[in-house]
Nanobody
Framework: QVQLVESGGGLVQAGGSLRLSCAASGRTFSSYYMGWFRQAPGKEREFVAAINWSSFRTSYADSVKGRFTISRDNAKNVVYLQMNSLKPEDTAVYYC????????????????????WGQGTQVTVSS
């Protein structure tokens, strides 16, 4: 499976922006569908955003629609999560996830859809 390393987390005031990056190892990155999840203290891990091979399909949790954007650069083996208009309730550890598929339009929105995970990066939004 692919190795994933997230970066870009930090402390930001409400209304601010952050861009998370997830660097993936391996030469077959373009065959992976990718996702971002988050987990706040005392809560279950929840889906945030997902993207298919070609970036043609994306999916977002209702709580982040219109504020977050997932994208990927297959040439650089990187997936991004641009987070705008951040709210204190966005505070969590954010995880990048990946898995392979032979279906080019596959998008995963459940944690069980992914076999590879990064170590997570902390995002803290102050009010």
């Amino acid at each position: 499976q692919v190795q994933l390393v997230e970066s870009g987390g930090g402390l930001v005031q409400a209304g601010g922006s952050l861009r998370l990056s997830c660097a993936a190892s391996g030469r077959t990155f373009s065959s992976y569908y990718m996702g971002w999840f988050r987990q706040a203290p005392g809560k279950e891990r929840e889906f945030v955003a997902a993207i298919n091979w070609s970036s043609f399909r994306t999916s977002y949790a209702d709580s982040v629609k219109g504020r977050f954007t997932i994208s990927r650069d297959n040439a650089k083996n990187v997936v991004y999560l641009q987070m705008n208009s951040l709210k204190p309730e966005d505070t969590a550890v954010y995880y990048c996830a990946a898995d392979t598929t032979t279906s080019p339009m596959r998008v995963g929105i459940n944690a069980a859809d992914f076999r590879s995970w990064g170590q997570g990066t902390q995002v803290t939004v102050s009010s």
